[in-house]
């Protein structure tokens, strides 16, 4: 049963400005660290693009759940080859909230990057 939908959209440019002013240290900020560590090591003219999409991803997360960016830890959240799931205390906040299965896509075009969340659980769970 679907638990949960969200979408979201962040424009590249936004992240661009923050990487030019903090550098690095913004990447660390939001990311796991493997996550970030990926990120940083491909194409740095791509790096505002994807990281629109890493933090679309992680809004669109939140609307999904009903609680926005507050509750969780974005860290905790890794999306890496198309794939979407949950790390550390997550897993539990998740479970509590009968959420089972994650699903996420990412696309970038025209300036901006857009995100899609689906939460999947067990319809016996309500929150």
Sequence with gaps: MIRG??????????????IERFGE??????????????????NAKRL????????ALREAFGKALGVGLEGWSWKEL???????????????????????ALHGTVSHD????????VLEGDASVTD
Excluded: N, S
Excluded at 5 to 18: E, F, K, V, Y
Excluded at 25 to 42: M, Q, S
């Design 25 to 42: 240290k913004v990447v660390h900020r939001v990311l796991h660290p493997d996550e970030a560590a990926y990120l940083l090591r491909g």
């Design 78 to 100: 890794r999306f890496f080859e198309g794939r979407l799931w949950a790390e550390g205390a997550l897993v539990e906040f998740l479970k509590a909230r009968g959420i089972q």
């Design 110 to 117: 025209g300036g901006l990057a857009l995100a899609v969340v």
């Design 5 to 18: 939908l969200g979408t979201d959209l962040c424009p590249p440019a936004r992240w661009a400005h923050l």
């Design 48 to 55: 505002p693009e994807r990281m629109a999409g890493r933090w």
